[in-house]
């Protein structure tokens, strides 16, 4: 089987679980700490960002619900959070949550410094 078809085959497992709201049982790596597990997930949605595929799911062996985005400039990160506006907050790493909040100060500080003509 080729990667395209295996791809496919996992791509079409994970729709049909997220459609029919069946739970899938997956193993997980973290690229963190390099460490494998199962885990139990319900599919909420997949997004694609950047050419790919990210599945957000509530994982039913740690009981959070994160959307992780991997990211090798923080510039654009932020720059693609603030598309989203007020409809977003970030909650980690602490250094983006810094980050976020002084460029929002500054924008917000453009606004606020003068007078708007009506």
Same mark, same amino acid.
């Given at each position: 089987?080729?990667?395209? @078809?295996?791809?496919?085959? %996992? ?9 029919? &709201? =069946?739970? #899938?049982? /997956?193993? !997980? ?18 997004? @694609?960002?950047?050419?790919? %595929? ?9 009981? &959070? =619900?994160? #959307?992780? /985005?991997? !990211? ?47």
């Amino acid at each position: 089987m080729t990667g395209h @078809n295996v791809a496919l085959e %996992r791509f079409q497992i994970v729709a049909g679980a997220l459609l029919q &709201r =069946n739970k #899938l049982f /997956i193993n !997980y790596h973290g690229r963190g700490n390099d460490e494998s597990s199962q885990r139990e997930i319900s599919p909420r949605r997949l997004t @694609n960002y950047r050419d790919n %595929r990210y599945l957000d799911a509530w994982c039913h062996s740690h009981s &959070r =619900n994160a #959307l992780r /985005i991997p !990211y090798s400039d923080p510039r654009e990160l932020v720059m693609d959070i603030l598309k989203h506006g007020a409809e977003v907050e970030v909650i980690a790493p602490e250094e983006l949550r810094r980050e976020m909040a002084e460029c929002l100060r500054q924008g917000a500080a453009k606004y606020t410094a003068r007078k708007m003509k009506t």
